[in-house]
């Protein structure tokens, strides 16, 4: 039977989930960024691939799965990546007046936190994933949060979350080179722990105001000055990020961009500029890590 969104408030809950991840460009840019809430023992509504966080309303731009079959499926191995991708949209499940999509690359990891989960591409945090030096500054700024070596989207950072996921309480990772999740009982809850989060690293790190906001098409201002400083082959052979990966390449470099591309080119050059301001040192990806990225943007890996 076809699940009826109209009969619980969990969709309602996952698009304030999502707005409040998605209110700021300092910490959600483009596609990037998830949020899911779980409805009852197996359901859970999670953002789908393709999908903006700011575009998500309670009838579009997510899906819905069985996330209990998925946390069994973890606990006896995830598989390879296609395998693990088909057995996810295996799991969608039928919506009463929601178009289907496929569940994004993320909703494994996901499926094994509380109840709410918010992840953000947030620009103070991933100082800190970014630079090599981060992880250990995190680790006296938040005693008992969880830091996490970098893995590609998908099974393998899913697999590296499952040793540490507590199902029940509330918890805060920092994804080397990806970004930040932060997981609560309620909206709420996990909104709140995420803003506290950033505004402790912001606060602590004496980090520079953000830039604004670009909307119109071709590089930014301020995105023009700042590759003309550090360089398009610099940008080209250096990669922090999948959503460099996935946004930032040659077409993207030559001015072929909209506001996504620019949204994650400020946060990339941002980043960089307050590990310079640290005296801290950029952690890149390797050139192998940075060929799988590639690799998946041309199958399984997409906006989401």
Same mark, same amino acid.
């Given at each position: ?14 698009? !304030?989930?999502?707005? @409040?991840?998605? !209110? ?6 483009? +596609? ?17 691939? +393709?999908?903006? =966080? ?6 579009? @731009?997510?899906? =819905? ?5 998925? /946390? ?5 191995? *995830? ?28 909703? @494994?990891?996901?499926?094994? %936190? ?55 309480? *509330?918890?805060?990772?920092? %994804?080397?080179?990806?970004? #930040? ?64 990966? =996935?946004?930032? @390449?040659? !077409?993207?470099?030559?001015? +072929?961009?909209? *506001? ?11 980043? =960089? ?5 640290? !005296? ?12 799988? #990225? ?8 997409? /906006?989401?």
């Amino acid at each position: 039977m076809a699940y009826d969104p109209s009969l619980d408030n969990a969709p309602e809950l996952l698009a !304030r989930a999502a707005a @409040g991840a998605a !209110r700021r460009p300092d910490l959600t840019q483009g +596609g990037g960024g998830n949020v899911s809430v779980k409805a009852g023992a197996e359901r859970m509504l999670i953002k789908a691939t +393709g999908s903006r =966080l700011r575009d998500l309303a309670p009838r579009s @731009g997510w899906t =819905l799965v069985n996330y209990a079959n998925i /946390r069994r499926r973890v606990a006896s191995g *995830p598989g390879g990546e296609d395998e693990f991708s088909d057995y996810i949209c295996a799991q969608a499940l039928t919506v009463k007046g929601v178009a289907p999509a496929r569940p994004s690359i993320e909703t @494994g990891f996901h499926a094994l %936190l509380n109840t709410v989960v918010v992840h953000t591409h947030s620009v103070y945090a991933n100082v800190l994933n970014m630079s090599a030096e981060g992880h250990a500054l995190g680790r006296e700024l938040f005693p008992g949060y969880e830091f996490v070596a970098y893995r590609a989207p998908g099974p393998q950072l899913c697999t590296a979350i499952a040793g540490r996921a507590a199902r029940s309480e *509330p918890q805060v990772f920092f %994804l080397a080179n990806h970004g #930040l999740v932060t997981t609560h009982a309620g909206v709420e809850g996990a909104l709140a722990l995420s803003l506290k989060v950033n505004e402790t690293i912001r606060r602590g790190l004496s980090l520079p105001p953000y830039p604004a906001a670009w909307a119109g098409e071709g590089l930014s201002p301020y995105n023009a000055a700042a590759l003309a400083r550090r360089g398009r082959g610099f940008m080209l052979n250096n990669v922090l990020s999948p959503d460099q990966a =996935l946004y930032c @390449g040659p !077409r993207t470099l030559d001015g +072929g961009c909209g *506001p996504d591309e620019n949204e994650v080119l400020t946060a990339l050059f941002y980043i =960089l500029d307050c590990i310079d301001l640290l !005296r801290l040192t950029p952690k890149f990806l390797t050139p192998a890590e940075a060929e799988h #990225l590639s690799s998946m943007k041309s199958g399984r890996y997409g /906006r989401g």
